[in-house]
């Protein structure tokens, strides 16, 4: 399996209710079509004590390999979940994982 985590930012002007309520009633019916993914797990990040959250979510997708990806992200799905991604974050980070479970 390979999996990618994305870090997303939301827009300046969007309170965190409002990026949560989009992110999973919005977006996250979107992305689970696409073609390929196997698992997509969307983590709310809760800010610190006493300052704000450097990222305000992760995503985690997991496909069977790095073409399973590529093809995903390259299908009509693929290209309207990132088109809408721009709709409500302003900066994403994308992190290819290899996993090394130890406990």
């Known amino acids: ?6 870090l997303l930012k939301k827009k300046a002007e969007m309170g965190s209710v ?12 979107m992305a689970k ?10 983590n709310v990040v ?6 704000g959250p450097e990222f305000d979510g992760v995503v985690e997708m997991w496909f069977d390999d790095t073409e399973s ?3 995903a992200f390259a299908s009509h799905e693929g290209q309207a979940t990132q ?6 974050t302003s900066m994403i980070t994308t992190l290819f994982i ?5 406990a």
């Open 18 to 29: 409002e990026f949560t309520k989009y992110w999973l009633e919005t977006h996250a019916p």
């Open 98 to 102: 290899d996993e090394h479970v130890i």
């Open 46 to 51: 809760r800010p610190p004590p006493n300052r």
């Open 69 to 71: 990806m590529k093809k």
């Open 83 to 88: 088109k809408d991604t721009e709709k409500f």
């Open 1 to 6: 399996m390979f999996k990618l985590f994305v």
């Open 33 to 42: 079509k696409m073609p390929g993914l196997r698992r997509y797990v969307v």
